[in-house]
């Protein structure tokens, strides 16, 4: 299974956050590589600044960070071609399995916790997700939980990781509970995939 991990935050990328307040928040419906029928919900804040840079990783379609009561929350939509050992049918036997948990494990990380882990259909198409938390402990704010998604595609795969950062763990797990799974839910059933890939 091919798994793009980024940490945003560690990695520098997150220059300026905007506010948002809750996963209850405004909503914007924005259209992706230019193809209207190609969709998904992003925070109003954020206004155009979830469009990719001159700089952004090829497959990148959606980025954006932003910060509510101390957390730090980045989100990415990226898409990639499937390898040369496998294909749709393959991946989406991988995601329908216990096997999907691989999405969501991070051998540099120390006390990793699997919290979640299911898979789903989105688009009528198979796919998974997973959130993790976990503790980093290279990082001034330690406290980490991730959210992976992946859809098996026709033609690709298509991935949405969200990340919230905090103090610690214990407290980057309570807001994963309390705001942002409900936050990461909106933007993932709300991901319209173009019409080549349903």
């Known amino acids: 299974m091919q798994i793009l991990r980024s940490s945003f935050l560690s990695a520098g990328l997150l220059l300026g956050l905007s ?39 090829q497959g990148d379609l959606m980025f954006f960070a932003v910060t509510s009561d101390g957390d730090d929350v980045t989100c990415l939509l990226t898409r990639f071609p499937y390898e040369k050992d496998t294909n749709q049918q393959k991946f989406a036997a991988v995601l329908a399995s216990s096997s999907r948990d691989a999405m969501c494990t991070f051998d540099d990380k120390k006390n990793t916790d699997i919290g979640e882990s299911k898979s789903l259909t989105s688009n009528g198409l198979q796919a998974a997700e997973c959130a993790a938390a976990y503790t980093d402990p290279k990082e001034k704010r330690p406290g980490w939980v991730s959210s ?51």
């Open 148 to 198: 992976v998604t992946m859809i098996a595609a026709p033609n690709n795969v298509y991935q949405l990781s969200c990340d919230i950062n905090a103090d610690d763990q214990a407290e980057a797990t309570a807001s994963w509970v309390a705001t942002w799974s409900d936050f990461v839910g909106h933007i993932r059933d709300s991901l319209h995939l173009p019409a080549a890939e349903r």
């Open 19 to 57: 506010s948002v307040a809750s996963a209850d928040s405004d909503w914007q419906t924005v259209s992706l590589d230019n193809d209207s029928d190609f969709t998904i919900d992003v925070p109003l804040v954020v206004g155009d600044a979830y469009k990719p840079t001159q700089d952004a990783a």
